[in-house]
């Protein structure tokens, strides 16, 4: 495919394109969507390893006294209970309860003049529409806010074999990284952020380091076997692992009551925060649909958009939907009444003007085995 030259690029952009993939427009970034194909990529991040360029992902530094105080005001998670070297998924919400976006907050800790420091990655299409929210919600002028997104390169190395195949590029013990827990040490002799944290359902890290080191550690863990993979399989892995992608399944207009993600919501522990008055009148009154996994029978896909239907009648929409390589069948993701929310309901799925059947079933699709 012909690159645009309008579309911004990452540091990793030539090593990327050497290999030849097919490449896409995505949020204004040329990026890979399949080297070889997405089943194949898929299928080696399930049973071996994989490589994904994500330095296209917003990078925030938050620095200063009160700085996890100041975003408490802007998420419904708890944040006054993280340690430093933990880590919290959460949202932006808006007034009405809305997701602006979602988000991992890295708390790094303390520094000996009491400033607190805060990692934010952001998804890339909502970059610079967070980093305004934000900045414009930070009441006190001694807090620090800045995207540090071009000075880096993040990767994800995902799958049952990347400790294996990253523990010789750093001086981290890796194994000691709990879930969702991050430290910083070195890789390849040069300061880097590594995490435990990953959109696939498998285990795996993300690495945060200098452009011209980033692009010498995807060099030689591809070197190594690592395969390396585009958006393509990054969607079909945390799809089966039901992990909501901004924008389809959840948006401005979905509260995380309706999407399933009602455990990021601590109004006990939280205090207040933009949005909470609106998550707790529709707590009250009833939430009027919900997010389900869909199971679909034969080898129908459900695609973004399609009507989902119950006795012939539309009662709602699939956001996401693909075929599951480690499922070997056609899964989506939707938003339906409550009553038809339940595990075990048939439900349909209008695919070219058919009415094409499935099942609702507990999410997520795939859960890997314990290690």
Known sequence: ?????????????????????????????EMPIQFASIAQEHQAVRQASGIFDISHMGRFILRGPGAMTALQRLVPSDL??????????TVLLNEQGGILDDLIVYYQGQAPDRAERALLIVN?????????WIASHLENPALELRDESSQTVLLAVQGPE??????????????????????EGRVLGQPAFVARTGYTGEDGFEVMVPPATGLLLWQQLVAAGMTPCGLGARDTLRLEAAMALYGQDIDAQTTPWEAGLGWLVHLDRAGDFIGRAALEAQQEA??????????????????HGYPVL??????????SGTWAPSLGRAIALAYVPPHLAKVGQAIAVEIRGKACPGTVVKRPFYRRSPQ
């Open 162 to 183: 990347a400790l294996a195949l990253l523990q010789p590029h750093t001086d981290l013990d890796l194994a000691a990284i709990q879930r969702y827990g991050h430290r």
């Open 80 to 89: 006054a209970s993280l340690q430093p070297g933990a880590a919290q998924y």
């Open 124 to 132: 890339a299409a909502t970059r610079q529409q967070d980093y305004d």
């Open 310 to 319: 119950a006795e012939g009648t539309p009662v709602g929409i699939v956001t």
């Open 286 to 303: 009833g939430i009027p649909r919900r997010l389900v996994g869909i199971q679909m029978e034969g080898r129908n896909i459900a695609r």
């Open 1 to 29: 495919m012909a690159s645009h030259a309008s579309l911004s690029r990452t540091p990793l952009y030539g090593a990327i394109a050497a290999l030849q993939p097919r490449l896409t427009d995505f949020a204004g970034w």
